[in-house]
């Protein structure tokens, strides 16, 4: 069967997403932990086929913040005529750095089958892949001195996968020295931004909401440890 995201690929969502994810990785790669984890907990694949004469008109609509973003798929696509989704963007991203780690998640089994080859030609990161997003929390170890980035990113985000994975966060969180989390949330809901979030708690004590948009029927949100909210706030949001 196939994977409903290759019709989304490049879509405006799908542009507005990643070019936040630049943005962010870029951020928390500044704050130069010794160790950055990126975990995707619904990957699709490193890369796909795009329609790049649309991409190419969608990127014209965004402000010069997003030039890195449009640099990096531009010249991926001159070299190999594919177009790089979160995962293959946080790897092109991370690539140098001597401790970076991606934890990915893809529950269809074709897709992950291709998503397995990808990492193996596409990138040198160590890298570890899980059947389902909920198996966060066997992954996720406590770690000092540490960059965490989690893109969550399903169809349609339910309250229940939420609260597992806000559980393994802020459990990994409480065991960890020195620790800079961000998590981008993408999701579907055609109510408004408060109505919608407010389905989704989070533990306050340790993050804080810094941005929510909702375009269409879209909602794009991020969530940061309490240390760098204000940063990311001045920083990304300005
Ligand atoms: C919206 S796409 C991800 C797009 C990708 N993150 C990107 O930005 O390029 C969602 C993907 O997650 C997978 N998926 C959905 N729910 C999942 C779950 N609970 N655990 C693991 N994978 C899941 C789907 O098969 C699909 O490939």
């Not at 795009?50 to 990096?72: G, H, M, R």
């Amino acid at each position: 069967m196939q994977n409903i995201q290759t019709s989304n690929v490049g879509n405006f969502g799908d542009i507005i997403k990643h070019a936040l994810l630049v943005q962010l990785i870029r951020f928390l790669k500044n704050r130069s932990r010794s160790n950055f984890i990126y975990v995707d907990l619904h990957t699709f694949l490193m890369q796909h086929a795009a329609n790049f004469p649309t991409w190419s008109s969608n990127v014209a609509q965004l402000d010069n913040a997003c030039k890195e973003y449009i640099d990096i798929e531009r010249e991926h696509y001159s070299k190999t005529n594919n177009y790089l989704c979160s995962s293959g963007i946080a790897a092109q991203l991370l690539e140098k750095h001597s401790h970076a780690n991606l934890i990915l998640s893809e529950q269809c089994a074709e897709t992950k089958k291709t998503l397995k080859s990808q990492l193996d030609t596409l990138t040198k990161l160590d890298h570890q892949i899980m059947n389902h997003s909920t198996e966060l929390s066997s992954y996720l170890k406590s770690s000092s001195d540490t960059a965490l980035f989690v893109l969550i990113d399903p169809f349609k985000l339910e309250q229940k996968e939420w609260s597992e994975h806000m559980s393994a966060i802020t459990n990994v969180l409480q065991q960890s020295t020195n620790m800079d989390v961000v998590i981008e949330v993408f999701n579907y809901d055609e109510r408004s931004v408060d109505e919608h979030w407010k389905d989704f708690p989070i533990d306050e004590s340790v993050l804080k909401r810094v941005y929510a948009i909702k375009y269409n029927k879209y909602h794009l949100a991020v969530f940061t440890t309490l240390n760098i909210a204000d940063q990311v706030s001045l920083k990304v949001f300005k």
